[in-house]
C-alpha cells in the first residue's frame, strides 16, 4: 500500500487505533491539521544547516481538489460538468438522509435539478427540521462557487417549501436586477406559478401580495420613508408580510454581503430579521460565507455559537479559530459538513485555458510614468508642513491610489484590442473584466460644462487634479507662486495621459453597436458617425437604466454582439457562458485588464463565463504590465486556477499547487516584511535578505536610491520640518494594502526592485517558520472518532529516484555526491530543475526536500555523478534511515538516544499520535488538558492543529485521508480517559432529556383522557 505525502512516497507501517464510543459526537467532525515538527528535542547547536533542512517538513497543501460525487444521495441525474471539491471537506462523509424530498418525479427524472443541487436541497430541508437549544430552526448553508447553479438550488428549496404548503418566501440579494434570474430559476425547475414580487416596486405600507417570494437586496432592509408624517421601515413591512410564527424559507444569496453584522445597519437588520422570525428556515448561499470566520457573526441559526455549544457568544467562538489559525477554520468547515449544515462544491477548471500576457511598458509610456510619479511627489513634499489636517492627506492618498491604477490600466489598452480582434477572426467572443468605469469623473466635467461634452475624458487627468487641489488647498498668499508653477505642470502632464479606458476600448471596438457593456454606470461619451464626440446616456427607449444590462447580456448571448465589458459592480449574477441553451456558443475568450487585490474576488468574476451546461470552457488573459506588484499577483491567481482544475486522482498538479495563502501579503509575514526592508532601507537594522540583483550601482545605490522615495512614501509624518531625513528616525505604521496601493507612486525602476525586496523578504520568513515548524499550512485530510498512532515512510526507495531522473534531461539534473564525507561515505541527493537557477532535491531518507536549493551552493556542496555511481550510497541510506536518525549515521551515534530520549532527526519512519473525529466540541478541554501536563504548551497550541495528507490507495484505486490534532505522547492516555468521560456525559445528558420528554408525554396523554 503506497501514502503519499505531497512530493514524498509514504508507506503506512502501522496503525493501531482507540475505538471508543462517540455517538453523539458523530455529528461532528474530524479534525486536521499544519504544519508539524516531531516532539523530539531541538537538535544540539552543533548540528549543520543541511540537517536542519532535511527536517523541514511539506505535509500538505489546501488547494487540492478531488472530484465531487453525491455520497449518500442517490437520485437525479449527474450534473452537466465536472464539480469538485477540496480534499479537507471531501474526506469527511455527510451525515445520513433522513428526508423525504416532495419535488415532483418528472422534475427530478429530466434533469431540471441536478443530483448536486438535490443533495444539497435535501440537506438544506433535512438541517431546517432541527430546533436549537435556543428555539429558532437550525439554517443550511450553501457555499457552492460560481457556475455550480445555486441559483436553481435555492428556488428549489423554495419550491420544496412550497409543496410542503408555506406559500411564502424572502429572497434577499446584491441587486434588483437579480430578480429577473430568480423568476428563471423557478421556470428552469418547472415552477413558474410561484410568483416573485420586488420590494422595490412596492409602496412603504403596502402589502397588498398574498403568497409567493419578495425579493429584496440587502440595502432595501434599511430603507425607511416619512412619507405622510408617518415613519414607515421596509423591515416592519417585511415582517408584516410574514405574518407571527413564520416558517417559510428566508434565502440571504451572497450573503458575505452582511459580514459586518455588529458595525452596520444592513448586517444589524439582517440579524434582526433572524430573531424576529425564530422559526424561518434560513439558508445562507455564498461562494466565500465561510472563508474567514469574522465575517460568520449573521449566520446565527448555524448553532456553533451560542446556548448548548462550546462557545457562549460569537467572540469566544471568534477567538478560539483566530488564534490557531487556518488549520482551525478548516476543522470548524469539515464540523459543520459532517452535521449537515454545510455544503461546498465548485466547477473544475479542466478545459479552461488561462495564460498571462506580460506587456512590456513602452519608453514614452515610462517617461510619462515616471514624470507623473516625480510631480506628485513634488506637490507633496512642497506642502510638508503646511497641510496638517489628517483628513487632507487621507483624501489626497485616495486619488493618488486611484491616479496610478488609471495609468496601469491605460498601458494596456492597445495590446488588448490587438488581442481581442486576433481571437474574434480565430471564431471567439471576447469577455472583459474591469473594476471600476471612470463615470464620476466624466460627470465633473461634463457638470463644469453645463450637460455638453465635445471630447473624450481623462479620468487620470481629473484625479491628479482633485489630489493636488485637496492638498494645494493649504497655500498661503506668500506660495501662491509656488502653487500656480505646480498646476502649470499638471496641465502641461495632462496632455499626456490617457483617455478613461472604458470609453476608449468602446470606441476602439467601433462604438457600443459593436459592445456589450454591462456596468454600473447610466451614461458614456461616444464617437458619432462624422466623428463628432458627445455624451449620451445608456438607457434606451422603453427600457429603464436597470433593464439596460439585461438587454445587453441577451445582445451578447444570441450573438448580435460579439464584445463584452463588465464592471464589478454589475456582474454578480450574471451568466455568459457558452451556454448549450443559447445561439452564441463561441468560446468565450475572458480578458482582464484590471484585476482586484482579492484573489477570491477575481474568481468570482472569472465564474460569469465559467459555468454549468457550457458548450466549450473559457480561455482566460491576464494582461499584466511589467509593474512589479500587478505581475506578481497575476502569477497568484493564475496558481489558483491551475489547482481548481487539478483533481487528486492521478493528476501531478495537484500535489504541487500550493496554498493560496503563502501568497497573501495581507498577514503577518507581510508586516514583518515590510518593517524589515523599511528598516534596513532606512539603515536601521542589518538584513539577511540580499537585495535584488542586477540593480545599477550594485547594493550600495539600491538602499541610496531607495531611500528617499520610502521616507517619502512610508515615513511619512507629519512634521514641520522639509528636510526628508528629519523623518528617518521615525518607523512607520504603515499597513501591507497601503504599501500595495502607495508603492506605484514610484517610478518603475524603483518601484520594481522595492517590490522585489520585499517579496524576498517575505518569502524568507515564510520558509524560516516552516523551517522552525511554526508556519500554519491549513488542513488536509480525514478524520474517524479515535485516537490513532500512525507511523509514516518518507523515503524514496532506488527505483523511484531511478525512474524520475530517467525524465530529466538538464545540464545540472541528476544525482549528486557531497563533498565531506558524512561517517565514512558521501551523501547522495537527486536534483531536479526547478524555477530559474533554483533545483528541487529529493533524498533517499526524506524524499522531496521542501526547501529548494540554488544551483550555486549545490555545486558548493556537492558534484554530479552517474546513476551507478549514486546507487549504492542512496540504497544504503535508505535502509539505514529507516530506524536510524541522521546523527547515527554521520557520526556513528546519538547522544540522545544514549541519554535515554528519543530522536526523529532525518529518520524515514515518524510516528505521530493523532486524535480525529468530533474535535471542535472536545477542543477546549482538550487543549486545557494537554496544557496540565506538558511544559511546551505555547509551542505546542501553534504546532498541534498539523496537517497529514496521507494518501494510501486501497483496491478500489480510491484515496484515503487521516489527519487530526496532533497529540504530545505523554498526553494520550489523558486524553482517553478524559474522551471516555465526556462520551459518558453526553450519553447521560442524553438519558436526561429523554426522562423529561417521557414525563412531559405521559402528562399531556393524562391531560387529554382527562378532556
Known amino acids: 500500500m503506497h501514502w503519499d505525502i505531497p512530493g514524498q512516497s509514504q508507506r503506512p507501517q502501522n496503525l493501531s487505533a482507540f475505538h471508543g464510543r462517540f455517538d453523539d459526537f458523530s455529528t461532528i467532525l474530524p479534525a486536521s491539521v499544519t504544519g508539524f515538527k516531531a516532539a523530539a528535542a531541538p537538535p544540539p547547536p552543533e548540528e549543520e544547516e543541511e540537517a536542519d533542512e532535511e527536517e523541514t517538513e511539506d505535509l500538505g497543501h489546501a488547494d487540492t481538489y478531488a472530484e465531487y460525487k453525491p455520497s449518500k444521495s442517490n437520485i437525479g441525474i449527474s450534473h452537466p460538468d465536472i464539480v469538485v471539491e477540496t480534499n479537507t471537506l471531501s474526506s469527511v462523509p455527510p451525515p445520513d438522509i433522513t428526508y423525504t424530498l416532495s419535488i415532483p418525479d418528472r422534475t427530478v427524472s429530466s434533469g431540471l ?12 430541508c433535512q438541517q431546517h427540521e432541527v430546533i436549537l437549544q435556543n428555539g429558532q430552526r437550525a439554517g443550511f448553508l450553501i457555499g457552492d462557487g460560481a457556475g455550480v447553479g445555486k441559483g436553481r438550488t435555492v428556488a428549489g428549496i423554495i419550491l420544496e417549501s412550497f409543496l410542503k404548503g408555506r406559500k411564502r418566501a424572502l429572497w434577499f440579494s446584491v441587486s434588483n436586477d437579480l430578480k429577473y434570474d430568480a423568476e428563471r430559476d423557478l421556470r428552469d425547475i418547472d415552477a413558474p406559478n410561484i410568483p416573485v414580487f420586488a420590494l422595490n416596486k412596492i409602496k412603504y405600507g403596502d402589502m397588498a401580495t398574498s403568497e409567493g417570494v419578495l425579493f429584496a437586496t440587502y440595502s432595501a432592509l434599511i430603507g425607511e420613508s416619512q412619507a405622510g408624517g408617518q415613519h414607515r421601515t421596509r423591515l416592519k413591512q417585511i415582517l408584516d408580510w410574514c405574518k407571527p410564527n413564520f416558517d417559510g424559507v428566508i434565502v440571504f444569496d451572497e450573503c458575505h454581503k452582511a459580514k459586518n453584522a455588529t458595525s452596520t445597519k444592513m448586517g444589524k437588520a439582517v440579524l434582526d430579521l433572524q430573531n424576529k422570525l425564530p422559526r424561518a428556515r434560513v439558508v445562507y448561499a455564498s461562494a466565500t460565507g465561510a472563508s474567514e470566520p469574522k465575517n460568520m457573526i449573521y449566520m446565527s441559526r448555524l448553532g456553533i455559537w451560542g446556548q448548548g455549544t462550546p462557545f457562549k457568544t460569537f467572540d469566544d467562538f471568534l477567538h478560539a479559530i483566530e488564534k490557531r489559525g487556518v488549520g482551525a477554520m478548516e476543522i470548524v468547515a469539515m464540523d459543520m459538513k459532517v452535521s449537515g449544515m454545510y455544503i461546498a462544491r465548485q466547477l473544475s477548471f479542466s478545459g479552461v485555458s488561462f495564460r498571462i500576457e506580460e506587456i512590456t511598458l513602452d519608453e514614452q509610456f515610462k517617461l510619462v510614468y515616471n514624470k507623473a510619479a516625480r510631480l506628485v511627489r513634488e506637490t507633496q513634499t512642497a506642502t510638508l508642513g503646511l497641510a496638517s489636517r489628517k483628513s487632507l492627506w487621507g483624501q489626497f492618498w485616495s486619488s493618488h491610489q486611484r491616479f496610478f491604477k488609471y495609468l496601469c490600466i491605460a498601458a494596456k489598452v492597445r495590446r488588448l484590442v490587438e488581442i481581442a480582434y486576433t481571437e474574434l477572426q480565430q471564431g471567439k467572443c471576447i469577455v472583459i473584466g474591469l473594476q471600476s468605469t471612470g463615470e464620476a469623473r466624466t460627470r465633473e466635467v461634463l457638470d463644469e460644462n ?74 458614456r461619451v461616444v464617437r458619432r458617425p462624422d466623428s463628432s464626440v458627445r455624451y449620451e446616456t445608456r438607457a434606451e427607449q422603453g427600457l429603464s437604466i436597470d433593464h439596460v444590462n439585461i438587454r445587453e447580456k441577451e445582445r451578447f448571448m444570441t450573438g448580435e454582439k460579439l464584445i463584452a465589458i463588465i464592471s464589478e459592480a454589475a456582474s454578480s449574477g450574471i451568466s455568459l457562458q457558452a451556454d448549450k441553451r443559447v445561439q452564441n456558443r463561441r468560446r468565450r475568450v475572458h480578458m482582464t485588464l484590471e484585476l482586484p487585490w482579492s484573489a477570491d474576488r477575481a474568481i468570482q468574476q472569472f465564474g460569469r463565463t465559467h459555468r454549468s451546461n457550457q458548450v466549450t470552457a473559457p480561455e482566460y488573459i491576464f494582461l499584466i504590465s511589467e509593474l512589479a ?90 512634521c514641520m520640518q522639509t528636510d526628508w531625513l528629519s523623518f528617518i528616525p521615525y518607523i512607520p505604521d504603515c499597513s501591507i494594502t497601503k ?144 530506524t536510524n536518525c541522521t546523527h547515527a549515521n554521520w557520526k556513528g551515534k546519538c547522544k540522545m538516544i544514549e541519554q535515554g530520549q528519543e530522536c526523529f532527526l ?106
Request: net charge positive; charged share 30%; hydrophobic share 35%.
Open 450 to 523: 453645463d450637460g455638453h461634452l465635445d471630447r473624450f475624458v481623462s479620468a487620470s487627468l481629473r484625479v491628479l487634479k482633485e489630489s493636488s487641489e485637496v492638498i494645494l488647498c493649504v497655500f498661503s498668499a506668500k506660495l501662491e507662486e509656488l502653487k500656480l508653477r505646480l498646476l502649470g505642470k499638471i496641465a502641461e502632464l495632462g496632455k499626456e495621459l490617457p483617455l478613461n479606458t472604458l470609453d476608449e476600448l468602446i470606441d476602439r471596438f467601433g462604438g457600443p453597436e459593436k459592445v456589450s457593456e454591462m456596468t454600473g454606470r447610466k451614461g
Open 739 to 882: 504599501f500595495l496601493n502607495r508603492i506605484l507612486g514610484m517610478e518603475v525602476h524603483h518601484q520594481n526592485s522595492l517590490f522585489q525586496y520585499f517579496t524576498d523578504n517575505f518569502d524568507y520568513l515564510i520558509n524560516k517558520d516552516k523551517k522552525e515548524g511554526k508556519y500554519d499550512m491549513g488542513i488536509l485530510g480525514e478524520c474517524v472518532s479515535e485516537i490513532n498512532v500512525i507511523s509514516v515512510d518518507r523515503g524514496m526507495p532506488w527505483e523511484e529516484a531511478c525512474s524520475k531522473a530517467e525524465k530529466l534531461t538538464g545540464d545540472y539534473e541528476g544525482f549528486y555526491l557531497s563533498n565531506k564525507l558524512r561517517g565514512n561515505q558521501p551523501c547522495v541527493l537527486l536534483a531536479e530543475q526547478g524555477r530559474g537557477r533554483n533545483f528541487i532535491l529529493y533524498k533517499p531518507n526524506i524524499g522531496k526536500q521542501a526547501h529548494p536549493e540554488n544551483l550555486d551552493n549545490l555545486l558548493l556542496r556537492y558534484y554530479k555523478v552517474t546513476p551507478d555511481e549514486a546507487k549504492d550510497f542512496w540504497e544504503s541510506q535508505f535502509v539505514f534511515s529507516f
Open 629 to 718: 506588484g500587478e505581475r506578481r499577483f497575476a502569477s497568484i491567481v493564475a496558481k489558483r486556477l491551475e489547482s481548481l482544475g487539478a483533481l487528486t486522482h492521478g493528476d501531478r498538479r495537484a500535489t504541487e499547487s500550493r496554498d493560496l495563502s503563502q501568497y497573501n501579503f495581507e498577514n503577518k509575514y507581510g508586516t514583518k516584511a515590510l518593517d524589515k526592508i523599511t528598516k534596513a532601507i532606512l539603515r536601521q537594522i542589518d538584513n539577511k535578505v540580499p537585495p535584488p540583483k542586477g540593480y545599477p550601482g550594485g547594493d550600495i545605490m539600491f538602499f541610496r536610491g531607495n531611500c528617499f522615495p520610502v521616507s517619502y512614501i512610508f515615513v511619512f509624518k507629519k
Open 113 to 124: 435539478l441536478s443530483a448536486l443541487q438535490l443533495e444539497a436541497i435535501i440537506y438544506a
Open 906 to 1011: 532525518g529518520m524515514r519512519l515518524r510516528q505521530y499520535h493523532m486524535l480525529c473525529g468530533a474535535l471542535l466540541r472536545v477542543w477546549k478541554r482538550v487543549l486545557v488538558l494537554c496544557s496540565r501536563v506538558t511544559y511546551y504548551y505555547r509551542s505546542w497550541c501553534k504546532q498541534a492543529f498539523i496537517c497529514l495528507f496521507i494518501s494510501p490507495k486501497d483496491e478500489n484505486n480510491i484515496y484515503v485521508f487521516v489527519s487530526g490534532i496532533k497529540i504530545p505522547e505523554n498526553c494520550v492516555s489523558r486524553v482517553r480517559t478524559e474522551l471516555l468521560r465526556m462520551d459518558e456525559e453526553v450519553k447521560k445528558a442524553r438519558r436526561e432529556r429523554e426522562k423529561l420528554a417521557n414525563e412531559k408525554h405521559m402528562q399531556q396523554e393524562m391531560l387529554a383522557k382527562m378532556i
